[in-house]
T-cell receptor, first 112, second 113 residues
Framework: SQKIEQNSEALNIQEGKTATLTCNYT??????LQWYRQDPGRGPVFLLL?????KEKRKERLKVTFDTTLKQSLFHITASQPADSATYLC???????????FGKGTSLLVTP | EAQVTQNPRYLITVTGKKLTVTCSQN?????MSWYRQDPGLGLRQIYY???????DKGDVPEGYKVSRKEKRNFPLILESPSPNQTSLYFC????????????FGQGTRLTVV
């Protein structure tokens, strides 16, 4: 069956450091992968989309890598701030292309 | 402002009393979907719609109905709610089915007693 796995343990880091979150998937042949941010009780907010032929994508302090051989994406937040504290979700389109499936998310806490 | 609007935000209802959660988007998006989010289970897709009058089941469709009579609206209907449908619900829309970001509504927290 198709699986998207994100580290279920919360990630605690100090302000100013780089946070790195991992998304691993099995039984997907994704053409692209997305990352979302979700704050408690609110809807996910889109951050970045990376296509299978792109190894890396950047947006301000965010960087995403996509390794289709390892079946893994890494999401980096550089110079992290307390305002970056949230849950980060990885999303893949199902092989049929009709659904956007989400991982369970990793909670990030950035402390001053 | 581009947005997806859900109503109500909070709802407490009794078992068996039919309810509808509305969803509307102002971005002329083709693709809309409904998700539920439960602790430890993440976001799971209930139903989706690729365009007007085109809907299909997601991963957890049992107990739900949807309709897409207009492009902007995609209501979620619970004909006979049960306590196991207590959850946080999100509507989402995207320009196309593939390769585009999804915009989510604010969420509807439903409690069925």
């Amino acid at each position: 069956s198709q699986k998207i796995e994100q580290n279920s343990e919360a990630l605690n880091i100090q302000e100013g450091k780089t946070a790195t979150l991992t998304c691993n998937y099995t039984n997907y042949s994704p053409a692209y992968l997305q990352w979302y941010r979700q704050d408690p009780g609110r809807g996910p907010v889109f951050l970045l989309l990376i296509r299978e032929n792109e190894k890396e994508k950047r947006k301000e302090r965010l960087k995403v890598t996509f390794d289709t051989t390892l079946k893994q994406s890494l999401f980096h937040i550089t110079a992290s701030q307390p305002a970056d504290s949230a849950t980060y979700l990885c999303a893949l389109s199902s092989n049929s292309g009709y659904a956007l499936n989400f991982g369970k998310g990793t909670s990030l806490l950035v402390t001053p | 402002e581009a947005q997806v609007t859900q109503n109500p935000r909070y709802l407490i209802t009794v078992t068996g009393k039919k309810l509808t959660v509305t969803c509307s988007q102002n971005m002329n998006h083709e693709y809309m979907s409904w998700y539920r989010q439960d602790p430890g289970l993440g976001l799971r897709q209930i139903y989706y719609s690729m365009n007007v009058e085109v809907t299909d089941k997601g991963d957890v469709p049992e107990g739900y109905k949807v309709s897409r009579k207009e492009k902007r609206n995609f209501p979620l209907i619970l004909e006979s709610p049960s306590p196991n449908q207590t959850s946080l619900y999100f509507c989402a829309s995207s320009l196309r089915r593939l390769n585009t970001e999804a915009f989510f509504g604010q969420g509807t927290r439903l409690t069925v007693v």
